[in-house]
């Protein structure tokens, strides 16, 4: 299994910021759409940005204007910038490939906001 790392998470206010990072192996890096997904507590996992390598992207509709997804290639890295944040985005985060695959997907990183 590959599993991609994130990081980044913690606790905030609403209102807040918050950047989470994710590294991937080059080998899918370089070649596939990644993503950013959440789950939070009782719910379905969700996609909530993807970046292309084109560098196109796109959002969700609840998170269009506040997150902003990125990558660096030389770093192989993808980047969620999270401003804004609401208690709703509450969630454990992920980055998989987009769609994703069961064996892409890491440990994620807890994001909590409150009130």
């Known amino acids: 299994q590959v599993l991609l790392e994130e990081s980044g998470g913690g606790s905030v206010q609403a209102g807040g910021s918050l950047r989470l990072s994710c590294a991937a192996p080059?080998?899918?890096?370089?070649?596939?759409?990644l993503g950013w997904y959440r789950q939070a507590p009782g719910e379905q996992r969700e996609s909530v940005a993807r970046?292309?390598?084109?560098?196109?992207?796109f959002y969700a509709d609840s998170v269009k204007g506040r997150f902003t997804i990125s990558r660096d290639n030389a770093k192989n890295t993808v980047y969620l910038q999270m401003n804004n944040l609401k208690p709703e985005d509450t969630a454990v985060y992920y980055c998989?490939?987009?769609?994703?695959?069961?064996?892409?997907w890491g440990r994620g990183t807890q994001v909590t906001v409150s009130s």
């Open positions: 998989n490939i987009y769609p994703s695959h069961p064996r892409y």
């Open positions: 080059r080998t899918i890096f370089s070649v596939t759409t």
């Open positions: 970046i292309h390598i084109s560098d196109t992207t």
